[in-house]
């Protein structure tokens, strides 16, 4: 459990959204997570019991931890709003376990079952609960590190958390290996690896944690300070061990020799860990969310619960209590009961074996036929020694106590009964039939069957979702209604029934959601059904009273006749419009993708023409209006000219025409000459080849005056203005410590790079502008010009009969 823990906790914090989160945001997320039900992700909380979780202020937690939660993306968190408008609670959805759990994938988020939460949750508060007292429900006392609150608290519970998450049982915990940092010990480099911080960040943390007594050198004598301990953890497992001998074990002489005890009233006394009948679920936390019972909760006076059922013997906590005393002695439920071994073992048995179900040459016995562990032996059961005796199952055969005992018809196999039963998790689902598996004659049809039905329950569960047995009565339901259709008729074969009556779905209308009339996520009346059946009611109405109309004098004996006559003329009617109706229907389906096809051969032709045109700039045949030789010497001017752009934008004066002009000029020859002298360097003989390097080569050389560009702005005025406002914004109201100045030359540094892209941006933008008033414009021609070449233009018979027309008028 501890380690499917940590897993589920490192799985958390490798989430690229927690990259660069404060140890807030971390405590926070790793909170909603023990806090989460089993079939959600959504946890609601006040800001107060938030508050009292991390150890802050009710105002930080509000304007400072949520908003932060907000920003890194690893949560939602909207506001609960009353009647009024007033916030009365956080509704917190972890979307990191929402995506586990919707991937089904084998990540340890979703992995986390019910009783690993309650476990966690648990865990949680003995380590950082504030202690409550309900009025309804046993009190929850005070972790140990309850008392540590203000400044840093979210870091040292965080540090606390993970340190009792990786101890052992012995509350040592597991130290980083490596190389150590000159000047720090390994306890110190472990707290740093575990909050993922440098070690000066880790050792005030770790001095804190030993001031409040939650940590402890472990044999400072021998190892100094390179080893911790978690004292609380220790002590736990102590009184667990303690209480474990303390409780009596019978031995396997009495176990035999005496009768078996009467079995107690309560059905589920027991425990499912260990083997024993019945379970001990309802000793599990039997709530979701931040109100969850625990432990403490199961009543003393239950019998069968697990740990000392003797009133006088008081249950230990698995925790201690608060180190500063002052939250009261924590109550918790003892450890789990050990119970005494099942059956007691011989030199011959299993127990005395390595890994093996039994021995037939090294033992004692001579049972080499059949593996007989403790089948001679005097408290052996009568199934076990009538094997003995020579009438049991031989190696590789199933043995039945009973022939008709479970669920499911006897089915023998080499002499003996073997029950082929309704599986456990399909005995809801199959009720209606469960006393028709009974007529099963192979153990593997059964299982052919019930893979089927689990097919179809997936299948179900896609409509319905995965809540707790939904599927499985529907399917009930489903199975019932169907036998019910059979009426007095038996069902002869059920493998047959089932495959082709029972689980398949009947469509009642279009709906994929009907069965047999009935909608599959509610289990109500299906609509789209009730609309079909109104709609043939309303026809029948119709053809009644138009009949009436029709025929008023016609006697009572011969009006149904004429009724059904007109009724079936109007269903007929309307079949045929309906197969006219989709005749034309296909008819435009057929017509549409023939267009299609139409569009797909016109296409292709036009592809066979572009194919077929020359090169533009060399005349070269086939070569579908560019060939790559030219295509790459034209992306290769694109690129140069960039890159000139870059330099004449920094460089020149965009006031004076005539320089920008000369320094263009300028550039572009140095760039050219430089492009085209170092890949005739190389000596690169096919065209091909010598025109995608000279388009590399531009491609470098355009990156580095962007990157020689952008330098040179970072350090110019306005960008150092910027920075220095920034970094002062950022350090108000905060502490200088080495982290937030390092936050603040961050922001800086990236204040500057926005500075320098926008200046960049600007420069290129006035080069342009320049350039483009720089170049001489046509003048528009005058109305007397336009007006001498429209007379020159000759008359045709339309304009003449638009001139008649508006002479007329």
């Known amino acids: 459990m501890r380690s499917a823990l940590l897993s589920s906790v490192w799985t958390l914090f490798a989430d690229p959204r927690l990259d660069g989160a404060s140890d807030p945001v971390r405590l926070t997320s790793v909170l909603v997570l023990a806090k989460a039900p089993a079939a959600s992700s959504h946890v609601i909380t006040m800001s107060r019991d938030l508050a009292g979780w991390l150890g802050y202020g009710v105002s930080h937690v509000l304007h400072t931890v949520v908003p932060d939660v907000r920003a890194s993306g690893i949560a939602t968190c909207v506001p609960a709003r009353d009647a009024a408008g007033w916030t009365h609670a956080l509704d917190f959805e972890l979307l990191p376990l929402k995506e586990a759990r919707g991937r089904r994938g084998l990540s340890p988020l979703s992995l986390l079952s019910r009783r690993d939460l309650a476990t966690f949750l648990r865990f949680c508060e ?195 209590a608060g180190f500063d005393g002052g939250s009261g002695e924590a109550v918790g439920a003892g450890p789990h009961t050990a119970h005494p071994p099942v059956v007691s073992l011989s030199s ?142 038996p069902v002869q074969d059920l493998a047959a029934w089932l495959i082709r009556r029972g689980l398949p779905q009947n469509n009642g209308c279009w709906s994929n959601l009907c069965d047999d009339g009935i909608r599959i996520d509610s289990g109500g009346c299906c609509p789209s059904c009730d609309c079909l059946i109104g709609d043939r009611r309303g026809l029948r109405r119709i053809v009644a009273t138009e009949v009436a109309a029709q025929h008023p004098h016609v006697a009572a004996g011969e009006r149904r006749g004429v009724y059904e006559e007109a009724l079936r003329a109007k269903v007929e009617y309307q079949s045929t419009v309906d197969v006219v109706r989709r005749e034309r229907a296909a008819e435009r389906q057929v017509a549409f993708y023939a267009a299609i096809e139409e569009q797909k051969a016109q296409l292709a032709e036009e592809e066979v023409r572009r194919a077929a045109r020359p090169c533009e700039d060399c005349g070269r045949a086939e070569a579908a209006g560019l060939c790559p030789v030219c295509s790459l010497r034209r992306s290769t001017k694109a690129l140069v000219d960039q890159a000139v752009d870059v330099a004449v934008a920094v460089r020149a004066d965009v006031d004076d025409p005539q320089a920008v002009a000369m320094l263009t000029a300028q550039v572009g020859e140095d760039t050219w000459a430089f492009v085209r002298g170092a890949v005739a360097s190389d000596g690169a003989d096919d065209p091909v080849c010598r025109a995608f390097a000279e388009k590399d080569l531009a491609t470098k050389v355009l990156e580095q005056r962007r990157q020689r560009a952008l330098e040179r702005l970072r350090e110019s005025g306005p960008a150092g203005m910027e920075a220095a406002h920034v970094r002062r914004m950022t350090l108000h109201g905060m502490f200088p410590t080495d982290k937030n100045r390092e936050r603040a030359e961050k922001a800086a540094a990236k204040a500057r790079e926005r500075v320098a892209q926008d200046l960049l941006r600007e420069f290129l933008g006035d080069l342009a502008r320049a350039r483009a008033a720089a170049v001489p414009r046509e003048r528009p021609p005058a109305w007397s010009e336009r007006c001498l070449d429209l007379a020159d233009r000759p008359l045709d018979e339309d304009t003449v009969a638009v001139g008649a027309g508006a002479g007329r008028a």
């Open 126 to 320: 003995a380590v950082l609960c504030p202690g409550w007292a309900p009025r309804d429900r046993p009190a929850t006392p005070a972790g140990f590190l309850a008392l540590r609150r203000g400044r840093g608290s979210a870091t040292d519970r965080l540090a606390m958390l993970l340190l009792a998450l990786s101890a052992r049982a012995d509350g040592r915990v597991p130290m980083a290996s490596g190389r150590l940092p000159k000047g720090c010990n390994r306890s110190e480099a472990t707290v740093a690896k575990l909050l993922g911080c440098s070690v000066e960040d880790a050792r005030p943390v770790l001095k804190r944690l030993l001031a409040l007594e939650g940590v402890a050198w472990d044999r400072p004598e021998r190892y100094g300070e390179d080893r911790l301990l978690v004292p609380a953890i220790r002590d736990a497992y102590e009184r667990a061990r303690a209480a474990s001998k303390a409780a009596p074990e019978p031995s396997a002489e009495d176990a035999s020799a005496s009768p078996a005890p009467a079995a107690p009233e309560e059905p589920d006394a027991g425990c499912a860990r260990c083997g024993d009948e019945g379970e001990c679920e309802g000793l599990l936390l039997a709530g979701d969310g931040w109100a969850q019972l625990s432990f403490e909760d199961v009543p003393v006076e239950v019998p069968g619960a697990c740990g000392v059922q003797e009133p006088d013997v008081e249950a230990s906590s698995q925790v201690e």
């Open 348 to 489: 011959s048995s299993a127990g005395a074996l390595d890994c093996f179900s039994g021995s037939a040459v090294l033992g004692e016995d001579r049972l080499r036929e059949r593996a007989g562990a403790d089948e001679n032996l005097p408290g052996a059961s009568g199934a076990l020694a009538g094997a003995a005796r020579g009438t049991g199952p031989l190696r590789g055969e199933q043995y039945s106590a009973s022939t008709g005992s479970g669920w499911g018809s006897p089915v023998r196999t080499g002499g003996f009964v073997r029950p082929v039963g309704v599986p456990e998790d399909l005995k809801v689902a199959l009720a209606p039939v469960a006393w028709l598996w009974a007529g099963l004659e192979r153990a593997s049809t059964g299982a052919w069957l019930a893979k089927t039905v689990r097919l179809e329950l997936v299948r179900l569960r896609s409509f319905v979702g995965d809540g707790e047995g939904v599927a499985e009565r529907r399917l009930a339901e489903r199975l019932k209604r169907r036998l019910d259709r059979q009426g007095t008729r």
